[in-house]
Structures are given as C-alpha cells and as structure tokens.
C-alpha cells in the first residue's frame, strides 16, 4: 500500500531531550516535508526537501534538524525539545515539488514537551 | 494578507444531502495547485481533490467536486450525499509554483462539517 509512515504516533518527552521522529515513503517521491499544527495558527511548514541531500528551512525551521540521506527516508530532530515544540507534526510528501502534485501525510505524531 | 481564506468556521449538514464549503485564495502566479484535504477527528491529514489553475473543468473525485471560479478566485468543496463518516475538519489549500514559495502547500484555517443523522 501507497503510504507515508511516521513513528511514533504519541510521544511524551521532557525538556532537552534529544528525540527523532521518523518518516518514511514507499512511494518514490521527490519531495518531503515537515508540518507542524496548532490551534489558531494552523499547518507551517518546517523542512522541506527536493530530493536527496537537499534540504531547505521553511516558515518555522528554529529548534529543529532534518537529513536526507535516502529519499524514502526523511526523520525530523529535536536537539533540545522545548515546551513550545509540543505540536501535532505530519510528514508528506508529494511525487515531485511541483505545484500540481499533491500532498500526501502521514498519520502525524502528536508531541508533548513537558 | 491571508493566501487562503475559508470563511464558514463550522457548519452542519442532513445526512444524505449535498454541502458546500467556501475557499478563496489570493495569488499572483499563474500557474499554481489547489486542493482539500479532509481531517477527522483521529488527527490524519487526507488527500481529497486537486484542481490546477490552467484545469478548465471543474475536478471530480467520487461524491467530492470542486467548484472552481479562478475569475473570482474561489475554489468551494461539494460534498454530495453526506454520510456521518463525512464529520470533519476540511482544509483548503494552494501550492504555488517557484522555490521562492519553499514549494509549500498553503493552508486555510479550515472548516468543521458536523453530519446530522
């Protein structure tokens, strides 16, 4: 089955522990990238990437890493998680990065930095 | 100035009836996507519909249409034949050509449907 997959899909950590969450696509896309979602200010972007090994920053990239080493994979890290990461994260991806290829999530990981 | 505007904050429709849902967008390109995605209350972000703006036909995906206006700019949502699995958060959103945009998709704040049996 065609799928993006993120793990985990809850997480509870404390503050300045170091944690990833992962991403990976089965279906050959070009294009990845990290939202996060919260009430009132909705879904930003924080990482996108183009294809292996290219990435860029997006609206909200501060306090976060990513890498693309494959294209199947690309996991999003926290170096330092601080309370005003805990969010609801998505990675998507698309076929290429193209404005008419559409977006497809994951199922989201919902974060808690206490 | 907001990119994408949706207006109706919640609504509620019969079951068995059809809906519709508002979505302006602003844009210089000329080239760009348009899309709804469906959000239910599991949190999962779902792919719906995709128009482009070069489309001259509306899209059509099942019971989902997109009534697209690009004069007006204004890309609404038609559900048909609301089914209680159909009570969600539905998004609309742009993506725009060029890398200065980060190639992003471009949300609206959304619009919650409450199916009534």
């Known amino acids: 089955e065609a799928q993006v997959t993120q793990n985990p899909r809850y997480l509870i950590t404390v503050t300045g522990k170091k944690l990833t969450v992962t991403c990976s696509q089965n279906?050959?896309?070009?294009?990845m990238s990290w939202y996060r979602q919260d009430p009132g200010l909705g879904l930003r972007q924080i990482y996108y990437?183009?294809?292996?090994?290219?990435?860029d920053k997006g609206d909200v990239p501060e306090g976060y890493k990513v890498s693309r080493k494959e294209k199947r994979n690309f996991p999003l890290i926290l170096e330092s998680p601080s309370p005003n990461q805990t969010s609801l994260y998505f990675c998507?991806?698309?076929?290429?990065?193209?404005?008419?290829?559409?977006?497809?999530f994951g199922n989201g990981t919902r974060l808690t930095v206490t | 100035a907001q990119k994408i505007t949706q207006t109706q904050p919640g609504m509620f429709v019969q079951e068995k009836e059809a809906v519709t849902l508002d979505c302006t967008y602003d844009t210089s390109d000329q080239s760009y996507g348009l899309f709804w995605y469906k959000q239910p209350s599991s949190g999962e972000m779902i792919f719906l519909i995709y128009?482009?703006?070069?489309?001259?036909q509306n899209a059509t995906e099942g019971r989902y249409s997109l009534n697209f206006q690009k004069a007006r700019k204004s890309a609404n949502l038609v559900i048909s034949a609301s089914q209680l699995g159909d009570s969600a958060m539905y998004f609309c959103a742009m993506r725009e050509g060029g890398k200065a945009a980060g190639n992003k998709l471009t949300f609206g704040g959304g619009t919650r449907v409450l199916v009534k049996p």
């Open positions: 279906m050959n896309h070009e294009y």
């Open positions: 128009q482009g703006s070069y489309d001259e």
């Open positions: 990437s183009m294809n292996v090994e290219v990435t």
């Open positions: 998507a991806s698309s076929l290429t990065g193209r404005q008419n290829s559409p977006l497809h």
